[in-house]
Structure formats: structure tokens, C-alpha cells
């Protein structure tokens, strides 16, 4: 015991020179709470640090305290894996001291240092043996030591003999510690498609992270994020991405995005002007742009941004044609050329200039020689203008026979938007037939919405037992759903059977008390079945909640 107590109070003559780049590390929850504290260290410029990834799970924010009791916070994190339980940050400072680090392998029976700082900043030094190694992927390696060390230095630099770091120490397993090889920091980067165990650790780590060394794979990462990340989250990457590289015209553009989100649109528009003055290809820049308009005001219209309308960006969509159509005439010119007219003819859609939408849809269809996706913007744009019904369904039947038999899957779409035509027109049997085709080419892997608007087609078609089956389909899918249930009663009154309209109300207003209907249906039931005291009861709440109907079925049939 007195052997392994002086072996820990001895101090190597390095340590003083390698102590200032030792570290005090606090990590702290959401709340700002102190999480863990441990050991850090800097092995690099502008201050890279690494420290056990255990001291980092779960910490939304961490500070260093160096060694002349300075602070500064963690910037961001560089990298991370969870299966080698190592993190490598930087820290806000400059000028930082860097600990050297080793480039070979240790060789067997060296004589190490563990050194790292008590709870009260005092330096603590361990003398370790190396006595067994182990290859990890092949180049790194694991240390097995001869002699186990106190629990509170785990995560500590270890060095050798010289001074030179060469890992970093790790907790025991069976009756020894190990040391992982500081090389392996190297292998801790931003990917846009990191390992699993680098999103594992990375995924618990809530502190801001840095982006992928070059800018072609940061934007990678950025889309990938873009689809998980809060908008928050989001801003500080793409900030990050401008800071580090202002030339790069798609982070303004990408950054464009969150800020419309959060409705802050005199900065994204700042961001999309500047995004035009770095972007090389205008004419995909200016589309670009009318793009991001045409998404604000077709998914976010309100609050209303008094710059941003269906003219404005249309007047970036022909500026794009005008540079397009200077260039030499190719394929790829005519492709692009179609892409910005068919952005044009939607805004055109969106601001109800259907006939200016029509005349894009049709000449772009007449060059293609009829393309299924242009007739069915052709059928929205006349039922817009308000052509006939006939006209309205006669680019989706060119449509469909530009599909061929037997119809392909990708026909569905055309197949329901003409039976809803039909519905609208009254042709009711004609609208059953399109919604059983589409569920065929569907396989019947459609939605409770879809069962629901067949059955009230198929009232209208004078099908009633074919529209119970389907109300049924739409209950059993979606059981919580109370106009399910209130249609089931409508259904039922029409068949006569009073005690299934009964139930069905009951459990309409089970699911929501507030649903006139389902009282007026409740209490015509009860009429039916000779219970004018219930039924005058139901009635009588309907009358309460604006029901007119009711009235009328209660003066008729109780007050004589």
C-alpha cells in the first residue's frame, strides 16, 4: 500500500510543461445543471480538445478550466464514438498550450504516466506498465495495463517516458485498466454519413456540432439534417456553414429556408440576393429563388411578406428563360426550359390565372406529344377557368390511355381525381366504378377518407348496401373518428334499422358531445320507434346547439 501510494505522488519531470494543456471539463444538462466534471485535454490549435465521451452523454452545454484557472466554453463537437467512449470538442480560446502526441506504437513492458487533476485543480500522476496490447481496425491500438488506477482518473491523458502523449486512460475491465492509442482521435470527424456508433454518441450529445471538413460533404450533411433537426438546430448549421465558407452561395440559400420558417423574410430575402450575386449558374439560381417564394406563399401564407408574391416570383422564373434561352439549344437547355415554365404555370395556378396556366400547360403537352402529368394540369387549369365537365375529364381519359392496359399502379391518381369529377357531376354510378379501380390498383391499401367518400357516392348511386360495407371499413380503420359514426346512423336510418342508428349515435357522441347531427339522427330514431319522450329530448339539444332541421322535426312530428 505505501508502494502504490508513492507510486501515485510521484511526479514525472514533464509534468509541469505537459500540465498546461491539461483540463477541467463540466458538462451540464438542459436546465444548466452540472452533469459531470472529469479530465480534458488539448491536442491541437485552436482549441481541439478530447475527453471521455461519458463526461459528454446527455450535456446540452460544457466549460473548461485550464490550468491558470482560466474558463471557456466548449464551442462545438468535432466528433465522436461511443464504442472507444471518446469526444473530440473545441473549446472557445486562443493561443491554446498543445500536448504533443505520439505517432508510433508504444512497444511492450514501457513505463506510462497518468496524469490528470484532482476535484480541487491539483495535478495527479500515476505510474502504469504496459502488459498486454490489442489492434483496433487494424492501425490503432488498445493498451492493457499491468496495474489497475483509481476510477477518478479515467478519461486522464497518458504518457510515456518522454513525455509524448500517447493515449488516453480508459476504466477497467476485469482486474485492469486500458489505454486507448491518441491516434485514434484522428478517426473522430463530421461525416455526412457517420458509422453507427459516431451517430449513436453523437445523437446523445445535445452541444452544437461542427460540420464535415469540406464543404461538398457539409451540404450533404445539411440536407440529412435538414429532415430531423429543429429549426433552431438547423440555423446554427447553416450559420456555421456560411461562416466557414462565405463564397459558398448554397448556404445562403439553404439558410433562406429556416428563416422563412421563422418568419423572419427581410433576412431570408437578404440571404437569397446575396445568394445571386455568388451563384455561377443564374439561370438555376433565379428558379431556385421563385421556388422558395412559390413554397412560402403555397405552405406558409400567413403571416403575408408584403415583398414576396405569385408576380415576384414569376419575374425570377423569366429571368431564368431569358438567360436559358441564350444559351446554345440542346436537350438539356429544352429540359431546363420546361422545368421553369412548369414552375411558372404553378404560380400562374396559385395566383387563379388559370387561363394563363392553361396556355403553358398545353404548349409544354403538345411538344412532349402528350404527357400524363401535363394533361392532368391541363384538367386542373379548365375546371379552374370552369369549362364543362366533359372538358375537364377529357385530358384525364387522354391521360389514362397514354397508361395502356392492364393500368399501372402510377394511373391511381388519374383514375380517383375522375371519379371525383364524375361525383361532382352527378354521374354517381360512373364515380363508383373509378373509386373500385383505383382501390384495385391501390391493392386496397387505402384510406379510411377513401371508404368514407365512396359511401356517400354510393348513397347518392342509390347503392346502400355497398355504402354500409364501406362506412363499416372506415370505422373499423378509424374507430375514433365520430362522422364515421354519425354517417353509420344516417346509413342505418335509411335501412330502417332504429337500434343500430341508436347505437352508432351514442358512440358519435361518446367520441364528441358537441355533434349536432348525431342528436337529430338520435332523436328521429326514437321517433321511429314510438319514444317521443327521448326523442323530444334529443331533438330539443340539437334545437339549443342551431339546428334548424331539427326544429322542423320536432313542429312536425310533436308539436301539432
Not at 456508433?197 to 453523437?202: D, E, G, M
Amino acid at each position: 500500500m505505501c508502494w502504490v501510494a508513492l507510486m501515485a505522488s510521484a511526479q514525472p519531470k514533464f509534468a509541469s510543461k505537459v500540465s498546461r494543456g491539461i483540463l477541467s471539463l463540466n458538462t451540464y444538462d438542459r436546465q444548466g445543471n452540472l452533469l459531470h466534471q472529469g479530465t480534458a485535454f488539448y491536442v491541437g490549435t485552436d482549441g481541439e480538445a478530447i475527453a471521455d465521451y461519458r463526461l459528454f452523454k446527455n450535456a446540452y452545454q460544457a466549460s473548461v478550466v485550464d490550468a491558470n484557472g482560466k474558463q471557456a466554453d466548449v464551442d462545438c463537437i468535432l466528433g465522436a464514438d461511443g464504442t472507444y467512449s471518446l469526444v473530440r470538442f473545441r473549446v472557445n480560446t486562443k493561443g491554446n498550450a498543445v500536448i504533443p502526441s505520439v505517432t508510433t506504437v508504444q512497444p511492450m513492458k514501457s513505463t506510462l504516466f497518468v496524469l490528470g487533476r484532482s476535484d480541487k485543480g491539483a495535478m495527479e500522476s500515476v505510474q502504469v506498465t504496459i502488459a498486454d496490447t490489442a489492434l483496433i481496425q487494424g492501425k490503432y491500438v488498445y493498451y492493457g495495463l499491468g496495474n489497475q488506477v483509481d476510477e477518478a482518473l479515467v478519461g486522464a491523458p497518458v504518457f510515456n517516458q518522454s513525455g509524448t502523449l500517447m493515449g488516453i486512460l480508459h476504466p477497467q475491465m476485469g482486474n485492469r485498466n486500458y489505454v486507448l492509442d491518441i491516434r485514434f482521435k484522428d478517426e473522430l470527424k463530421m461525416a455526412a454519413f457517420p458509422t453507427n456508433s459516431a451517430s449513436v454518441a453523437l445523437g446523445n450529445i445535445f452541444i452544437p456540432k461542427a460540420l464535415p471538413d469540406t464543404s461538398e460533404e457539409a451540404l450533404v450533411y445539411l440536407y440529412t439534417k435538414s429532415r430531423s433537426a429543429s429549426n433552431d438546430e438547423y440555423m446554427e448549421m447553416v450559420n456555421r456553414f456560411v461562416a466557414t465558407y462565405p463564397k459558398n452561395a448554397e448556404g445562403y440559400l439553404r439558410r433562406a429556408t429556416p428563416l422563412i420558417d421563422l418568419t423572419r423574410f427581410d433576412e431570408a430575402d437578404r440571404d437569397l440576393q446575396q445568394y445571386l450575386a455568388l451563384v455561377e449558374n443564374k439561370a438555376f439560381g433565379n428558379y431556385n429563388v421563385a421556388s422558395l417564394i412559390f413554397n412560402k406563399l403555397r405552405l406558409q401564407p400567413e403571416p403575408a411578406y408584403e415583398k414576396w408574391n405569385e408576380d415576384v416570383a414569376i419575374g425570377y422564373v423569366d429571368k431564368a428563360l431569358a438567360i436559358n434561352a441564350t444559351q446554345p439549344a440542346s436537350d438539356e437547355q429544352k429540359s431546363e426550359s420546361a422545368q421553369f415554365r412548369i414552375l411558372k404555370a404553378q404560380l400562374l395556378m396559385n395566383k387563379q390565372d388559370y387561363e394563363g396556366a392553361l396556355t403553358l400547360y398545353e404548349a409544354l403537352n403538345d411538344e412532349k406529344g402528350g404527357v400524363p402529368v401535363y394533361l392532368y394540369a391541363i384538367s386542373m387549369a379548365r375546371e379552374g377557368r370552369g369549362d364543362s365537365i366533359e372538358a375537364v375529364i377529357e385530358p384525364i381519359d387522354s391521360a389514362l390511355a397514354k397508361f395502356g392496359t392492364p393500368m399501372p399502379a402510377d394511373a391511381a391518381n388519374y383514375i380517383i381525381r375522375r371519379g371525383q369529377l364524375y361525383a361532382n357531376a352527378g354521374k354517381y354510378r360512373e364515380a363508383v366504378l373509378d373509386y373500385n379501380q383505383y382501390a384495385y390498383l391501390m391493392n386496397n391499401q387505402v384510406s379510411p377518407v377513401f371508404y368514407y367518400e365512396r359511401s356517400q357516392i354510393e348513397v347518392n348511386a342509390r347503392m346502400l348496401q355497398q355504402a354500409l360495407e364501406d362506412i363499416d371499413k372506415a370505422i373499423e380503420l378509424a374507430p375514433r373518428e365520430p362522422l364515421y359514426h354519425v354517417e353509420r346512423a344516417a346509413l342505418a336510418v335509411r335501412a330502417s334499422m332504429f337500434d343500430e342508428c341508436i347505437q352508432s349515435c351514442q358512440t358519435a357522441l361518446q367520441l364528441n358531445p358537441n355533434i349536432i347531427d348525431a342528436y337529430r339522427i338520435l332523436g328521429y330514431a326514437y321517433l321511429q320507434k314510438g319514444d317521443k319522450t327521448t326523442a323530444r329530448q334529443n331533438l330539443q339539444k340539437a334545437i339549443d346547439m342551431g339546428d334548424e332541421a331539427a326544429r322542423m322535426l320536432m313542429n312536425t312530428y310533436l308539436d301539432k
